[in-house]
């Protein structure tokens, strides 16, 4: 538990020290007019209260990633603290704030956009294909997780009651991804939000009361999965590509240009983007803490479960076990909640991220049915492989998991090119530089050694890491030095 504490002190710190640093690096124009004032359209391009923003944005980047995948981590151990932690402050906040400032310097722009600004036409159209792609699988995961969730809640987990909840879901997502941002979103995020912080914070005092014994950082930071049944996988990359959201996630960079378009003053792009990734961290964290009492201290067999338990269990049976019926049903709504408002709005930065690059208006709604009706038919074919094939949520997990630290690869290496170019600051472009050659290690090596990607040996591993570490380090200083010094200009 001390470690735990230490760690949450620790979140906040960096948010108050290195996320003011990162603003300073940026140095956000509190008098330019952002895109919500000087292209707003009623639709997408709309300003609106900041506490409302946050809320939006926090709940669009807070899929099922900082609780499945930090319940699924913390069977590495007391690793996944530190990765949570470490990872928050210098790699994913920091991804988050800057990609979305980025946005509002570009007109509001989406991250293939600004990808092609930066990494050129050709990466720019890689990356159309390959975030709508993440943003359909995104999609999928998140009606199948919460259906699966809602379908235990009512008593029925069967095929039957899952597609139906799926269905309802599903329609939600039709609507909210057409109609203006300020009709559903933004009126029903606020709720949704309590919710889900009810839950973490419901879970906190639980935790300071019931005071477990939980794995600490000095214990060792060796690998613990092969004793509560997580053989052959190695902390790195595994457990880099495990929990994502709670750390980095690449998904977040589609999300930032939403709220890149309703914010009315560059200045609050710290609280909404870096704060908000900070937030997520911290319930990553707890839900970290959580699964290290389930798995680690007698906490499957204390709420009548076992070790074997999916992501989704742990959180129906903690919930139930820790918060009583009433607790139990809030702190579940919370679950279901931040899934449902992270796939919402994958379908929305769908339609806008293929509307910008058509050039298409997406103010008449007949022109955004024309970009919506193919993305939400694919979303029902990955929809039903969900369903029909007993380990098909594993499957699209695996590809999603590993297809958005891939995303947030390319995102880091945008805007440490932006920094190089345009930043006042000499060398501030480490700030994502050594972020993005890390991640781009972990990515390689995990398609390398995976059996879903390459299935190389894992011996390979830390040759491949550091290897691509490396060399990704010395591609970047050569093209710099190639570039000669450029003189800090505003993008």
Not at 221 to 233: D, E, F, I, K, Y
Not at 273 to 302: C, K, N, R
Request: hydrophobic share 55%.
């Amino acid at each position: 538990m001390v470690s735990f504490l230490l760690c949450i002190l620790a979140l906040v710190a960096g948010y108050g020290l290195y996320g003011a640093f990162v603003e300073r690096v940026f140095g956000p124009d509190p008098e330019r007019p952002t895109p919500a004032v000087s292209k707003a359209d009623g639709v997408d391009f709309i300003p609106m209260p900041t506490w409302k923003v946050f809320m939006i944005q926090f709940l669009n980047i807070a899929g099922t990633g900082p609780i499945f995948g930090a319940i699924m981590g913390a069977k590495f151990g007391p690793a996944s603290y530190l990765w949570i932690v470490l990872g928050c402050i210098f790699a994913g906040a920091v991804h988050d704030y800057l990609s979305g400032m980025l946005s509002v310097r570009h007109g509001g722009a989406g991250l293939p956009e600004l990808v092609g600004s930066y990494l050129g036409n050709g990466t720019k159209k890689v990356m159309l294909v390959f975030s709508v792609i993440l943003l359909l699988l995104v999609g999928a995961v998140f009606v199948y997780s919460p259906a699966l969730i809602l379908g235990d809640m009512a008593g029925d987990g069967g095929r039957g009651s899952i597609m139906l909840w799926a269905g309802v879901i599903f329609a939600y997502y039709v609507i909210a991804t057409l109609l203006p941002i300020d009709k559903i979103i933004g009126r029903i995020y606020p709720a949704f939000a309590g919710a889900l912080l009810f839950m973490a914070a419901a879970l906190l005092v639980c935790l300071l009361v019931k005071w477990p014994s939980l794995p600490e950082i000095w214990g060792g930071l060796q690998n613990r999965g092969p004793s509560v049944g997580l053989a052959g996988q190695s902390i790195f990359p595994c457990l880099f590509i495990t929990i994502a959201c709670g750390a980095i996630s690449g998904f977040h960079a589609t999300q930032s240009p939403l709220m890149a378009r309703c914010i009315k003053s560059e200045t609050l792009g710290r609280p909404i983007f870096y704060g908000a990734m900070i937030t997520e961290g911290m319930v990553a964290l707890i839900w970290a803490a959580v699964a290290s009492w389930f798995f680690f201290d007698g906490g499957a067999a204390a709420v009548g479960s076992d070790l074997g338990a999916a992501a989704p269990a742990v959180v129906t049976k903690v919930s139930r076990a820790w918060l009583g019926v009433l607790g139990g049903i809030l702190a579940l709504l919370g679950v279901v909640a931040a899934p449902i408002t992270s796939g919402d709005t994958a379908f929305r930065s769908a339609r806008l991220i293929i509307a910008d690059f058509l050039k298409l208006d997406q103010k008449p709604v007949h022109n955004r049915l024309l970009v919506s009706i193919p993305l939400f038919i694919g979303a029902a074919v990955l929809l039903w492989f969900n369903v029909a094939n007993a380990n098909g949520f594993n499957i699209i997990w695996r590809y999603f998991g590993w297809a958005n630290q891939t995303l947030s690869v390319f995102t880091l290496w945008t805007v440490t090119v932006y920094l190089a170019l345009h930043a006042r600051r000499k060398l501030s472009y480490l700030v994502t530089l050594l972020p993005a050659c890390f991640m781009t290690a972990v990515c390689l090596t995990f398609i390398c050694i995976d059996k879903t990607g390459f299935g190389l040996p894992a011996a390979l591993t830390p040759w491949l890491g550091c290897g691509t570490f490396l060399v990704s380090l010395a591609l970047f200083f050569l093209w710099h030095s190639r570039r000669g010094a450029s003189s800090p200009t505003a993008a």
